[in-house]
Nanobody
C-alpha cells in the first residue's frame, strides 16, 4: 500500500523557519514521481504551494512563497523536503504532500504549521 507521511510541523514565530519532510511507504523511490506540497488554512480551501517534477530540476512555487520556501529531494533518505524560511502568519495551516500515479491521488495525513508570536 502506497502512503505518504509528512513530518516537521510545529509552532514558530514570524520570521522563523521550519523544515517539512515527506516520506514514502510502499514506493520504490519517490524520485520517480512529481511531488507537490499543499496547505489548508483554517476556513480556506486547499491550495498548492510548491511542486517538484520527476526530473528533479523543474519546480513551481506559489507566488506568496517564492524566495522563502525551497523544495528538494533527499535521495538517500527517499524524502522530499520543504524548507520554509521567513515564515509569516499567513503561512499557518496544515501542510500535505501529494503525488498522482495513474490518475490516483495519494495524500499524507498532514502536518500542522502555526506561525504566531
Amino acid at each position: 500500500q502506497l502512503q505518504l507521511v509528512e513530518s516537521g510541523g510545529g509552532l514558530v514565530q514570524p520570521g522563523g523557519s521550519l523544515r517539512l519532510s515527506c516520506s514514502g511507504s510502499g514506493f520504490t523511490s519517490l524520485d520517480y514521481y512529481a511531488i507537490m506540497w499543499f496547505r489548508q488554512a483554517p476556513g480556506k480551501e486547499h491550495e498548492g504551494v510548491v511542486c517538484i517534477e520527476q526530473d528533479n530540476r523543474t519546480t513551481y512555487y506559489q507566488d506568496s512563497v517564492k524566495g522563502r520556501f525551497t523544495i528538494s529531494r533527499d535521495n538517500l533518505q527517499n524524502t522530499v523536503t520543504l524548507q520554509m524560511n521567513d515564515l509569516k502568519p499567513e503561512d499557518t495551516g496544515v501542510y500535505y504532500c501529494n503525488t498522482r500515479i495513474n490518475h490516483s491521488n495519494y495524500w499524507g495525513q498532514g502536518t500542522q504549521v502555526t506561525v504566531s508570536s
